[in-house]
């Protein structure tokens, strides 16, 4: 202590020793204040809580989605949380802010029926029948995934009668089956009413028509396939 007095013995030495002390004091505390601010910045609200904001925006709850998906992300140096889920046949994608849950940007784009069958599960094999005849002959109906979120073989029937204005009790079905076609999952039905043959392929997920197609009723086919059932069965006989 007596050594220091002796060294601040003159005014200049005083300021000077003022003057160090401030700068030393003015640098921790900035190097408190940046520790503090680095701090807060790896502060997060939580992943849930980022998937709740988005949710909230698009005015949906957690039971009202499908394909929901989230994770942690850095953009252009900033923390955010990429939050994409699929609703009434729109697809959201969110960027949320996480220090905050400020929503940073926010989209929502109508499925294309190609990409809707992306994700959803995979088309079940048609089942052979005992006799091992193939699947699609006539009358043939393909078995749908009970786990799967298609609308089913019969709905897709329903939906194929009322676009050609026919009633069931009018028709024969030739074919109606689960299968895919250019990576989406479809039903193929087919059917003629009195003299017309009517050909269909519907979404399996949304039901919608893809494809439609009618045209006069070729009897010869008929005649044809009859015919090679009977010879069939007399080749069996021999």
């Known amino acids: 202590m007596k050594k220091i007095t002796q060294a ?18 003015g640098a921790v505390g900035f190097a408190t ?3 503090g601010a680095n701090v807060n910045a790896n502060k997060t609200i939580g992943m849930e809580k980022g998937v709740a904001v988005a949710l909230a925006d ?34 959201y994608d969110y960027t949320i802010k996480a220090s905050d849950g400020r929503i940073i940007e926010a989209q929502r784009e109508s499925i294309k029926a190609s990409d809707a069958e992306s994700s959803a599960t995979p088309v079940q094999e048609p089942q052979q029948p005992s006799n091992g005849s193939d699947s699609s002959s006539t009358g043939s109906s393909s078995t749908d995934n009970p786990g799967s979120k298609y609308i089913g073989v019969d709905k897709a029937k329903s939906i194929a009668l009322k676009d050609a204005g026919v009633s069931a009790s009018s028709v024969t079905f030739t074919k109606a089956k689960l299968d895919r076609d250019d990576g989406v999952a479809v039903y193929e ?31 010869d086919d008929d005649w044809d396939d009859d015919h090679d059932d009977d010879h069939d069965d007399d080749h069996d006989d021999d």
């Open 189 to 219: 039905i087919e059917f003629y009413s009195g003299d017309t043959e009517y050909e269909y392929e519907i979404n399996a997920t949304s039901g919608a028509i893809r494809e439609r197609d009618s045209e006069p009723r070729d009897y």
């Open 58 to 91: 698009a005015g949906l709850k957690t039971e009202d989605v499908t394909n929901l998906t989230s994770h942690y992300d850095n953009e252009d140096g900033m923390a955010v949380y990429e939050v994409e889920f699929v609703a009434g046949g729109f697809e």
């Open 33 to 35: 204040v940046k520790v």
């Open 8 to 25: 601040l013995n003159s005014p200049k030495k005083i300021a000077a020793f003022i003057v160090c002390v401030i700068l030393i004091a």
